[in-house]
């Protein structure tokens, strides 16, 4: 990873550690699978009433296993393939383009001196998180 796609992941990873923000990323995938195995075999014990009693189950199943899994948004960022992390870090540098930084510690330091950019470039963070990954973000307080 280049270096400052480095810097900017790092930034984008304090800015959201020091907020707390934590994201709820949908997986649809493992409920969709639960739902349908345990509808099969409603099917098998209990012909369609038990296809339909199964799928009622195995949804309410799929939808309990997948929710609330809450993963820290630091982890998550780094984590993303180095593409996603090349189109953070240009959505990212569009509003620090006008900073001069020698590193990731110095860049951190000049955006944490500025609300404004603080509150840019979680936006810009809450937007990717919410319409690129599907997620649902809390801040714990």
């Avoid at 959201?16 to 969709?32: I, N």
């Avoid at 309990?64 to 960022?77: D, Y």
């Avoid at 993303?80 to 990731?104: G, K, M, S």
């Avoid at 330091?109 to 979680?122: F, R």
């Amino acid at each position: 990873m280049p270096v400052m796609v480095e810097d900017i992941m790092k930034l984008l990873c304090s800015i959201s550690e020091e907020r707390k923000m934590k994201a709820a990323v949908k997986h649809s995938g493992k409920g969709a699978l639960v739902t349908g195995a345990v509808a099969f075999v409603g099917g098998l014990v209990g012909g369609p009433p038990g296809l339909a009693v199964g799928g009622a189950v195995g949804g309410l199943l799929g939808a309990w296993m997948t929710s609330g899994q809450f993963k820290p948004i630091p982890q998550i960022l780094m984590e993303l393939p180095p593409a996603e992390q090349r189109r953070l870090f240009n959505e990212a540098t569009a509003i620090v383009r006008h900073l001069e930084w020698t590193d990731a510690v110095q860049l951190t330091a000049l955006v944490m001196g500025s609300s404004a950019l603080q509150q840019q470039l979680l936006a810009m963070l809450v937007n990717y998180v919410t319409k690129e990954l599907q997620a649902e973000v809390q801040y714990d307080d």
